[in-house]
C-alpha cells in the first residue's frame, strides 16, 4: 500500500494459500449475512471470509471494495482505491494485518506483495481499453524501519509496457529516480539511455 492508504489492492497467491487453510484443519470460514441476487431464482453471498481460531481474518474474498486492516487497524472501504465492484482476494497475516491480493475488473487487474505495515513491495498491473494500455511490473526496496506510520517504499526496478511508449525497463538509485533505461519504443526503436540525478540523459546507445 502506499503511505496515505491510497493503494489497496490484494494478494495474487491468494486462492492458494486460501484452499490451505480451508483444507487443513486450522481456520474456520464464514460467510457474510448480506446476500445478493444472482438472478431470478438463486442467490448467493458477495463475500467469503476465512478466520483462524483466535477469529482473525486470513483470507477474503469479497465482490465489493472491502475494508483494509492494518497494524491492528480497520479503515473504512473509501480509503482503498480500485473500483467499487471488482473482485478482490485479500491475504492476511497471523496478525490479522493485510499482506497483499488481486483485484480485477472490466479493465484490468493488480497483482501485489507488501512489506511489513502494508507498504508496497511488489506490485503487478494491468489496463487496457478500446487498444489502448499495457501492463507493468514495479519492484521496491525495503523500507526504513524506524519510518514510522505513513512510510514509501522507494521504487527501485520497473518493467512494463504501454501502447504510448512501447516496452521499458527502469533502473532506479536509492531514491527512486529512474538512472538507467533500456526502452524499445512505440516505433520499434530502441535506447538505452544513462541519466543523471536529475534525470538529463548523460549517456545514450541508439
Not at 154 to 169: K, M, N, V
Amino acid at each position: 500500500m502506499t503511505g496515505d492508504l491510497g493503494r489497496r489492492a490484494v494478494f495474487g497467491m491468494a486462492a492458494t494459500a486460501g484452499g490451505a487453510l480451508l483444507t487443513g484443519g486450522t481456520a474456520d470460514a464464514k460467510e457474510s449475512t448480506v446476500d445478493s441476487t444472482v438472478d431470478d431464482k438463486s442467490r448467493a453471498t458477495p463475500s467469503f471470509t476465512v478466520v483462524d481460531k483466535r477469529g482473525r481474518q486470513r483470507f477474503l474474498l469479497d465482490s465489493r471494495k472491502p475494508p483494509l486492516i492494518i497494524d491492528g487497524r480497520t479503515y473504512p472501504p473509501e480509503r482503498r482505491s480500485g473500483p467499487e465492484n471488482g473482485s478482490y482476494l485479500i491475504f492476511n497475516d497471523e496478525t490479522g494485518d493485510e499482506k497483499g491480493g488481486l483485484l480485477v475488473h472490466p479493465t484490468g487487474g493488480h497483482i501485489a506483495f507488501d512489506y511489513p505495515h502494508a507498504v508496497d513491495g511488489i506490485s503487478l498491473s494491468l489496463s487496457a481499453k478500446d487498444g489502448v494500455g499495457g501492463a507493468g511490473l514495479t519492484i521496491n526496496g525495503v523500507p526504513d524501519p524506524d519510518a514510522g506510520p505513513g512510510v514509501r517504499a522507494t521504487p527501485r526496478a520497473a518493467f512494463g509496457c504501454h501502447t504510448t511508449f512501447g516496452a521499458q525497463l527502469a533502473l532506479c538509485d536509492s531514491q527512486g529516480r529512474p538512472r538507467i533505461v533500456l526502452q524499445v519504443d512505440e516505433n520499434d526503436r530502441p535506447t538505452i539511455k544513462i541519466l543523471d540525478g536529475d534525470g538529463k540523459t548523460v549517456n545514450e546507445l541508439a
